[in-house]
């Protein structure tokens, strides 16, 4: 595969993990052709914006249940802060 921008990368790499169930660094490493790091921290990034949990040696998908909680929180705060907004 050719090389991409990093977020293209990353949203490729979030397909993959939706469609497989899970991914491993060494493989998208190969497939990116670029450094298992640069893929490492592709993976932290997408787990700390919520899409997907890190393992050892790759990434797997979030349950569907913490994927509906977390659209139920950030529902929650957008209506909070209307809500303060309006006062």
């Not at 990093?6 to 490493?29: F, K």
């Not at 040696?57 to 705060?77: D, M, T, Y």
């Amino acid at each position: 595969m050719t090389k991409r921008n990093t977020q293209q990368r990353r949203h490729t790499i979030l397909s993959q993990v939706n469609d497989l169930g899970e991914v491993t660094v060494d493989a998208l490493a190969e497939q990116f052709e670029t450094s298992e790091v640069t893929i490492r921290k592709d993976l932290t990034a997408l787990e700390k914006s919520g899409l997907l949990l890190r393992r050892y040696g790759g990434a797997i998908a979030l349950p569907q249940e913490i994927v509906a909680q977390s659209n139920e929180e950030i529902v929650s705060r957008r209506k909070m802060a209307i809500a303060k907004a309006e006062r």
